[in-house]
């Protein structure tokens, strides 16, 4: 018996790229349930906990899309306090939050009406394996300082800190989604407790606490195939590789310390380096090798399929770095420099346009690891041939852990 488990990151607004990738493998007007089905285990946090609702709601992929590109359905989940609010001399030297914690709640009581108020154990659909699916939503418990796993189930791999308790569809997603400091203005009150997002447990990408989740139910490593999906990353060289023709542009700049930069930067680690680091951990987890010479990459071997589009320049620190095909120079700038909380539809549409050139292969893919110059050593740097391992496995059966030595690079 296979098992198959999605894994969503969040990412606000980027969520959108979540969908657009279930809709190129399923059709955008497939429901729901009817996506769900191909899984026996759901992990979300953040913008990828409103997806996954979305989809036990069912909605097709198409209405859970306009969830995010949709301006007027977009600004009842991120709605903006109030000019008022944001008039304080602090705000000089830190950042104020731009959005009502209030409202988001009460926008995600009017999206999922028909499971939205059912305890999670009671949410029983039917998956891959003929068996009801585990969701997992992850939060963060302001008052423990701990991470919060809100599950469907009584996992064996629960905690003391993270006991199953009897919640809600529409409270788990609202303790998920709730990103502090320059978003939202307060922790989501919900189960006599304080959430913020999970993101800053460091599982803004919950691809580590789904491996985990597997292995506590005994499921056979080399029976599980996981499909983690992201929400836009930006990985640059660093500023002092470049060389006099190149674009400032291009590059990653050093990182002045200050009070309000530092707090910016606090807010922001959400989306950062763990997300990436735990796919990794997930891979060696589930039995994935590493590659012992370059000769080797990329490694392939865990089950595990990472897709995620990299905002990154093409070429290499020898022969130089150039624009992605499909970008000019002031587009490329302004996707570095998007928030997760985008409102703005132009802002949107840039990501819609990044989006599509990741999966025309015109832009990188995100690797399990990468080495130098960003070259994949263990996953799929085409989005092509991510989608394609993962087709391979919902069609035919894994009959053992295999290798694939065989070299991709853009």
């Excluded at 995600?108 to 154990?121: C, E, H, N, P, V």
């Excluded at 949410?123 to 997992?136: H, S």
């Excluded at 570095?336 to 132009?346: E, F, R």
């Excluded at 394609?388 to 290798?403: A, D, I, N, R």
């Amino acid at each position: 018996m296979k098992h198959h488990i999605l894994s969503l990151d969040g990412g606000g607004a980027w969520a959108l790229i979540q969908v657009k990738t279930l809709i190129k493998l399923y059709g955008a007007n497939t429901r729901g349930h009817a996506v769900l089905k191909h899984f026996d285990l759901v992990a979300a946090n953040s913008g990828g906990s409103i997806v996954a609702a979305a989809l036990i709601e069912d909605f097709t992929l198409a209405e859970i899309l306009a969830l995010f590109t949709s301006e007027s359905q977009r600004r009842t989940i991120f709605s903006e306090l109030p000019w008022y609010k944001k008039l304080n001399p602090s705000s000089l030297f830190f950042p104020l939050p731009r959005f009502s914690t209030a409202k988001k709640y009460q926008a995600l009581i009017a999206a999922f009406t028909q499971y939205g108020s059912k305890w999670m154990r009671d949410i029983q659909i039917m998956g891959k394996n003929n068996q009801p699916i585990l969701f997992m939503f992850v939060s963060y418990d302001y008052d423990r300082d701990r991470a919060k796993f809100f599950r469907s189930w009584p996992s064996l791999a629960g905690s003391v800190t993270s006991p199953y308790v009897d919640i809600s569809l529409i409270d788990a997603v609202h303790a998920s989604s709730n990103a502090p400091i320059q978003f939202f203005d307060q922790p989501a009150q919900i189960a006599g407790g304080q959430y913020w997002d999970g993101g800053l447990t460091g599982y803004n990408n919950p691809v580590l606490a789904a491996a985990a989740e597997a292995i506590a139910a005994n499921w056979k490593k080399d029976q599980i195939a996981i499909l983690s999906i992201g929400t836009g990353s930006a990985m640059l060289p660093l500023l002092n590789t470049r060389k006099n023709n190149e674009s400032s542009t291009l590059f990653k700049e050093p990182q002045i310390s200050s009070i309000q930069n530092d707090i910016k930067k606090v807010a922001a680690t959400i989306l950062a380096d763990p997300p990436d680091s735990h796919t990794f951990l997930a891979h060696l987890l589930m039995g994935g090798r590493l590659p012992l010479a370059m000769d080797e990459c990329p490694i392939i071997d865990s089950g595990l399929v990472r897709l995620n589009p990299l905002i990154q320049p093409r070429g290499n620190s020898q022969e130089g770095w150039v624009l992605p095909d499909g970008f000019d120079e002031v587009q490329f700038k302004r996707l570095i420099n998007l928030d997760m909380a985008v409102i703005a539809q132009a802002d949107i549409d840039l990501i819609v346009h990044f989006c599509e050139l990741w999966m025309q292969d015109k832009v990188h893919n995100q690797a399990i690891r990468a080495g130098k110059d960003f070259i994949c050593e263990i996953g799929f740097a085409r989005f092509s041939d991510a989608i394609e391992k993962w087709q391979s496995y919902t069609l035919t059966p894994l009959t053992g852990q295999h290798h694939d030595h065989s070299r991709q690079l853009l």
